[in-house]
């Protein structure tokens, strides 16, 4: 039988974290059509014109980065070390400097680093001229989640990317419509609240009611910031989710991030309404707090890990999983002689299921078995800081780093082989970036 593509002799990441060794999987129509031991496998059982050599590699789902910020690409190194608020006093006037051209180079060099870490799938939180980022995203591949940035208020938001509820709304719709499904259906289209303190009643209500209305996803960020719970708390007497709950914005099809300064009571119903959560632990840890993750996993929320952008960290998310990990160990582990208070499965449960229900992709992606898309990664375990190990599913967690990847499939199509990304040219993207990045900080006065 002829397929796509033909990976044999590798070991394998189940949907149960335990790792099968000397495997066989074929590829067809984008989707995973066999998988099994590759002595199962009858000469010429399955033929293909391009057969990967999985030997020395683990094959394993591609990572879902749950939050990020494309149009940030071009503030890292700009915001470490810097005394609050940040994002007042730096990322709004960056954002609100960048024209199109940037914005799009800017989404292929951070399409660039998601690839090249692994990442095959992202939730864009959004910012200006979005459909730029749309454009990048086809071309390079990557399946995403992408929505416009949304705020109606806050005194220090320039007016270029303020907007009424009828513009958000009118702007939302035209969005959708216009680009719902592209790149062969890798690309979604969502609504978007910034945060609650840029968003009136008015604009959370309508952005949640377009969402359902169009079967799509809600973005937005939620407990990130002392000064959100005092915020709500001030003005409508509710802490942060319960404010979204007052608002119908809750449910099923909300993706939150950061999930910081969550109390108790906000956990039990985030977990009631279904809400998908989402941790950013090298941001959250340097500006806001530990999460009470455990607690949240307890509830059985489905949890995914996001890099945040490039600002204050690089796209990789096995920094994240090893961050995350750390943090919880030490916070919540130690106090209580717990050092399993965050296991290695768990960490990749939640950069590979909790992204992929988090886009509200949880049936097709995120886990490797026949009739599910083929997004998936090949790393390079046959070297010294991942082998010999008594348990490769805890090294991937401690020794394996983005430059282990050496082959992205996603949706059925190699994205890139032994480390050459073939659908984005590195080197003018690069060359591109160096150049472009002194005129924005100039026009943002950065």
Same mark, same amino acid.
């Given at each position: 039988?002829?397929?796509?593509?033909?990976?044999?002799?590798?070991?394998?990441?189940?949907? +149960?974290?335990?790792?099968? /060794?000397?495997?066989?999987?074929?590829?067809?129509?984008?989707?995973?059509?066999?998988?099994?031991?590759?002595?199962?496998?009858? +000469?010429?059982?399955?033929?293909?014109?391009?057969?990967?050599?999985?030997?020395?590699?683990?094959?394993?789902?591609?990572?879902?980065?749950?939050?990020?910020?494309?149009?940030?690409?071009?503030?890292?190194?700009?915001?470490?070390?810097?005394?609050?608020?940040?994002?007042?006093?730096? $990322?709004?006037?960056?954002?609100?400097?960048?024209?199109? +051209?940037?914005?799009?180079?800017?989404?292929?060099?951070?399409?660039?680093?998601?690839?090249? /870490?692994?990442? *095959?799938?992202?939730?864009?939180?959004?910012?200006?001229?979005?459909? @730029?980022?749309?454009?990048?995203?086809?071309?390079?591949?990557?399946?995403?989640?992408? *929505? !416009? %940035? *949304?705020?109606?208020?806050?005194?220090?938001?320039?007016?270029?990317? =303020?907007? %009424?509820?009828?513009?958000?709304?009118?702007?939302?719709?035209?969005?959708?419509?216009?680009?719902?499904?592209?790149?062969?259906?890798?690309?979604?289209?969502?609504?978007?609240?910034?945060?609650?303190?840029?968003?009136?009643?008015?604009?959370?209500?309508?952005?949640?009611?377009?969402?359902?209305? !169009?079967?799509?996803? $809600?973005?937005?960020?939620?407990?990130?910031?002392?000064?959100?719970?005092?915020?709500?708390?001030?003005?409508?007497?509710?802490?942060?989710?319960?404010?979204? +709950?007052?608002?119908?914005?809750?449910?099923?099809?909300? =993706?939150?991030?950061?999930?910081?300064?969550?109390?108790?009571?906000?956990?039990?119903?985030?977990?009631?309404?279904?809400?998908? $959560?989402?941790?950013?632990?090298?941001?959250?840890?340097? %500006?806001?707090?530990?999460?009470?993750?455990? *607690?949240?996993?307890?509830?059985?929320?489905?949890?995914?890990?996001?890099?945040?952008?490039?600002? /204050?960290?690089?796209? /990789?998310?096995?920094?994240?999983?090893?961050? $995350?990990?750390?943090?919880?160990?030490?916070?919540?582990? =130690?106090?209580?002689?717990?050092?399993?208070?965050?296991?290695?499965?768990? =960490?990749?449960?939640?950069?590979?299921?909790?992204?992929?229900?988090?886009?509200?992709?949880?049936?097709?992606?995120?886990?490797?078995?026949?009739?599910?898309?083929?997004?998936?990664?090949?790393?390079?375990?046959?070297?010294?800081?991942?082998?010999?190990?008594?348990?490769?599913?805890?090294?991937?967690?401690?020794?394996?780093?983005?430059?282990?990847?050496?082959?992205?499939?996603?949706?059925?199509?190699?994205?890139?082989?032994? @480390?050459?990304?073939?659908?984005?040219?590195?080197?003018?993207?690069?060359?591109?970036?160096?150049?472009?990045?002194? %005129?924005?900080?100039?026009?943002?006065?950065?």
């Amino acid at each position: 039988m002829e397929c796509d593509i033909l990976i044999k002799n590798v070991s394998v990441l189940t949907k +149960d974290f335990e790792i099968n /060794s000397n495997q066989t999987v074929a590829i067809q129509d984008s989707q995973i059509i066999a998988i099994g031991s590759s002595g199962s496998f009858t +000469d010429g059982q399955y033929l293909s014109s391009e057969v990967i050599d999985g030997k020395g590699k683990l094959l394993m789902p591609g990572m879902v980065d749950g939050h990020t910020h494309t149009c940030q690409q071009y503030l890292r190194g700009r915001t470490a070390d810097e005394y609050p608020m940040v994002w007042a006093r730096i $990322l709004v006037p960056f954002e609100s400097n960048l024209t199109e +051209d940037d914005v799009y180079e800017g989404a292929k060099l951070s399409a660039l680093e998601m690839i090249k /870490s692994g990442t *095959t799938s992202f939730a864009e939180s959004g910012g200006m001229h979005m459909h @730029r980022v749309v454009d990048a995203t086809v071309e390079a591949g990557l399946r995403a989640a992408i *929505t !416009y %940035s *949304t705020m109606d208020s806050g005194g220090f938001i320039p007016n270029s990317m =303020l907007t %009424s509820v009828e513009e958000a709304v009118s702007r939302g719709e035209k969005f959708y419509k216009e680009y719902q499904g592209a790149g062969e259906g890798r690309v979604d289209i969502w609504f978007a609240l910034r945060q609650v303190m840029t968003s009136t009643p008015e604009l959370v209500q309508a952005m949640a009611e377009k969402a359902r209305e !169009y079967n799509t996803g $809600l973005h937005t960020h939620l407990a990130e910031h002392r000064d959100e719970v005092k915020h709500c708390l001030q003005n409508y007497q509710k802490r942060p989710a319960e404010f979204l +709950d007052s608002m119908g914005a809750l449910g099923p099809n909300l =993706l939150t991030a950061h999930n910081v300064l969550l109390s108790d009571g906000e956990i039990s119903l985030l977990a009631e309404r279904g809400v998908h $959560l989402i941790h950013c632990p090298r941001n959250n840890y340097s %500006s806001h707090g530990f999460p009470k993750t455990p *607690t949240i996993l307890h509830q059985g929320i489905s949890v995914g890990l996001g890099s945040d952008g490039a600002a /204050s960290s690089s796209l /990789s998310l096995f920094e994240e999983m090893r961050t $995350l990990r750390s943090g919880m160990k030490a916070f919540w582990g =130690l106090q209580i002689f717990d050092p399993t208070v965050m296991s290695a499965k768990e =960490l990749l449960k939640m950069a590979t299921v909790g992204g992929a229900e988090a886009i509200l992709h949880g049936e097709e992606i995120g886990v490797i078995e026949i009739g599910r898309k083929a997004d998936l990664i090949l790393i390079d375990i046959d070297q010294p800081h991942i082998l010999p190990s008594h348990n490769l599913v805890n090294s991937l967690i401690e020794t394996v780093t983005s430059a282990d990847v050496k082959d992205v499939i996603i949706d059925g199509k190699i994205v890139m082989k032994n @480390r050459e990304v073939l659908t984005l040219d590195e080197e003018k993207i690069l060359f591109e970036s160096k150049n472009r990045l002194q %005129s924005i900080a100039e026009r943002a006065g950065l």
